[in-house]
């Protein structure tokens, strides 16, 4: 089936450190993946989405100037995190699918920690 | 704007027996209905995809029922295993393609030997 690969799978660094995360789809073409938020022991939150070969759709609320989104290729979505801060510390997750009738898949996430 | 409630939050059963989460979304105008379960700290793996035209999907000990003038879904599973604890998250798909995903609260369930 279709197959989703995030990573890193974890990060830990300073604050002020901008941390870039890639989502990539193995053997599908995406021309709109999603990235998605979770604090602990709640539920997804979408932030935006991403559309190959133009800007980012962001959700209300979401600073676009933050959450910097790149979608370069069919194949490739990125979210840079610039000048992280602790209150950025979260599990951030990204989805592709092939549109229609075809389910969303996820990757297994990134787990970002802010010191 | 749609909202998405899952119940119960938390679920504890003993392995073996049957059980049903529900899922409610307030607009009723959806493209499709996906049911995810989630590990901790993991990514979220799907379950089962329902269209809106359709009223239940199966797979396996797994069923999935939609009624969406209701604004209702629920997920079965049958001769629950302690391999199933983990949570489970519905999400409503949009009209226009039905890619982008309102997500429920989730369910965490604990199946106990």
């Known amino acids: 089936g279709a197959v989703v690969s995030q990573h890193p799978s974890r990060v830990i660094c300073k604050s002020g450190t901008s941390v870039k995360i890639e989502c990539r789809s193995l053997d599908f073409q995406a021309t709109t993946m999603f990235w998605y938020r979770q604090f602990p022991k709640q539920s997804l939150m979408l932030m935006a989405t991403s559309n190959e070969g133009s800007k980012a759709t962001y959700e209300q609320g979401v600073e676009k100037d933050k959450f910097l989104i790149n979608h370069a290729s069919l194949t490739l979505s990125t979210l840079t995190v610039t000048s992280a801060h602790p209150e950025d510390s979260s599990f951030y997750i990204c989805?592709?699918?092939?549109?229609?009738?075809?389910?969303?898949?996820f990757g297994d996430g990134t787990r970002l920690s802010i010191l | 704007k749609q909202e998405v409630t899952q119940i119960p939050a938390a679920l504890s059963v003993p392995e073996g027996e049957n059980l049903v989460l529900n899922c409610s979304f307030t607009d009723s105008a959806i493209y499709n209905l996906q049911w995810f379960r989630q590990d901790p700290g993991k990514g979220l793996t799907s379950l089962l995809l329902i269209q809106s035209s359709q009223r239940e999907q199966t797979s396996g000990r797994l069923n999935a029922s939609l009624d969406k003038s209701s604004g209702r879904s629920t997920l079965y599973i049958a001769a629950s295993q302690p391999g199933d604890s983990a949570t489970y998250l519905c999400a409503v798909g949009e009209t226009g393609g039905g890619n982008k995903l309102t997500f429920g609260t989730g369910t965490q369930l604990k199946v106990e030997l």
């Open positions: 989805s592709g699918g092939q549109g229609g009738n075809q389910p969303q898949h």
